[in-house]
Every structure is written in C-alpha cells, then in structure tokens.
C-alpha cells in the first residue's frame, strides 16, 4: 500500500546549523504518527515542511505519491496556536468563520459532537479555559473534512484531566479514519496514542517503530523499586544497584527471581513497586540525556 505521506531525505539548515538532517520516514494511512524529542529537536520544523509551510533546504515530502505544494492546505488540517483565535468572536461564530475559508467544510454539527463543544458554543472565545481553547482548535483543524491532521504539541500546558479529555478526541478523529500527524514531549502521550513514532534529537531519526516494539527491542528487563532504608547496603553495593530519590532500583531480566532473592536475604517487600520500561526510558537509553532536560 502506498503511504499517504512520505519523508525522504529533508535537510532544513539555517546557516550552520542543520534543523532536521537527513529525515526519512512514511506514514500509512488511518495511522496516528508521533514525532517524539526534546525542545530544538526539529520536530516542528519537520511537520511545517510536511505542511507546505516552510521550504526544505533539500529532499522531498510526497502526499499520496506527488511531491507536496501550497495546495496541500485544501486538503489537510493544521491545528493553530490560540493566537489563531479572534477575540470578541464566539464558538459558534469562529466556526463559521473558518469554514468560509474553505471550499468544502463538515457540517458543524459533526464537528460541535466530535470534538465536545455543545457546551460552550456561544461563549467569547477569550473566555474559554485551555483544554476548551484545544477543542476549539482541534475542530478548526477538521473543519474542511482533511485526510491528514496535523497536531502540534497540543496538550502542552493542559492539566491532566484535559490532556486525558483530549486524547479521547483524537481517538475518536482517529475512529473516523483519519491520519494524525502529531508532536509532542510527553511520552505518556505518544504511548497512548501513536500507532508507530519516530524518535528525534539535534535535527535526527535516532529511533523509528511501533512504541511496543521498540520497548520490547531495546528493554528485556523490568524496574523493581523499594525504600532504600530497607535494603541492606551491602546488598545494594554488591548489585551495584542505582539509589534515586530515596529508592533502590533494582533492573531485573527476571521479576521471580529477583523477588526470590529478596525474600531469601528477608527484605520487606511491601513498598515493593515493579514498572516496565517506558518511551522516557527508551529516550534515555538511547541519547544518554532525558527528555525534559
Ligand atoms: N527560522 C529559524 N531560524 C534559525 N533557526 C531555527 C529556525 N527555526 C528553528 N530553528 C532552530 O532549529 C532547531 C529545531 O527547531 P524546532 O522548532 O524544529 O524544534 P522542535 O523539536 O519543534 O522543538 P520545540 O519542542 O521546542 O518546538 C532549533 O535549534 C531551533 O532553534
């Protein structure tokens, strides 16, 4: 099956330095793909290409097949930062405003139940809290019906019941088999949602794939944590075990019989917590820094 979008070989550089350098990847169809990395990693850099937005210094983003031009903008849907919004303009008017943009629009009842915003429809839009503000986006975004949504970074700054809230929009956009092209820090966020992630850092690919594959690929082991006061430290020293935040990190291939070993040298296993490796853990692994660093 041909990818609706493809990635082949984007440099973007400004001067000396290269934004996004030698990025190559496709996307299928119906996918929610996630653009992973810190701050300067040339994530938004890379979507404003694919967008049509911003010129690649050289290489190529073909939508469904035919390299990308300015008419790309019929055809899919951008979420915009707030500042995109007009004050002293409703809900409901905004929307009516957006769709005189477009050729072809959803109907706003569609888009008023996709993306929940019955409640709030005749309220000024600078009166909209922030997750209100993201639905409000997200429906602008879907306004001219796209087969490709791209999404900024869009629950930073949320709290996390309308993160949370958020995410179930974009699985039901997703429902409606839609292709998502999103960005974000949060790996919570990507694991959740993407379907395949590309991991990015100083403007490269440094790992692409299905988030549980990659888990699996690069992590055979689990963390098992206890209080450190309860851990002889002569055992700790012995394992060489990590101590964090006052806890002792055990990484064990095998939870049995590490738990086994703990019982024989009679440790307290109440406190025990066991957590599996996540995208955080992938990032570390493979950059040496973390992701909010
Ligand atoms: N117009 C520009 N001129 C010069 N440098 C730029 C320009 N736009 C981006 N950069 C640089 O390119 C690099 C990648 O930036 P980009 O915004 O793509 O990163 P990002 O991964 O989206 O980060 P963030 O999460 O902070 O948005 C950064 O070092 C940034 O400073």
Known sequence: M?????VKNLVKQYRELFAVNDVSFAIEAGQCFGLLGPNGAGKTTTIEIMEGIIKAS????????KPVTSAIAQQIGIQFQH??????????????????????????????????????LN???RL????????????????????????????????????RNFWQLIQNI??????????THYMDEAEQLC??????????????????????KHFGHVFVYLPTEQVPSELVS??????????VEIVSENVESTLSMLIAKQVPLEQLQVKSANLDDLFLKLTGHSLRE
């Open 238 to 247: 012995e394992h060489s075990w990590q101590i964090n935040n006052g806890k």
């Open 128 to 163: 909209l809290s922030g997750g209100q503000r993201q639905r409000l986006l997200l429906a602008l975004a879907l306004i001219n019906d796209p087969e490709v949504v791209f999404l900024d970074e869009p629950t930073t700054g949320l709290d996390p019941q309308a993160r």
């Open 174 to 183: 997703k429902a409606q088999n839609k292709t998502i092209v999103l960005t």
């Open 195 to 216: 379907d395949q992630v590309v991991v990015m850092d100083h403007g490269k690919i440094i790992e692409q794939g299905p988030p549980n594959d990659l888990l699996t």
């Open 83 to 120: 500042t995109a919004l007009q004050d002293f303009l409703t809900v409901k008017e905004t929307l009516d405003l957006f769709s005189s943009f477009y050729q072809h629009s959803l109907p706003h009842e569609k888009l008023i139940d996709l993306c929940d915003l019955s409640e709030f």
């Open 58 to 65: 050289s290489g190529q983003v073909l939508y469904q097949g």
């Open 123 to 125: 309220r000024d839009n």
């Open 2 to 6: 041909q990818p609706i979008l493809e």
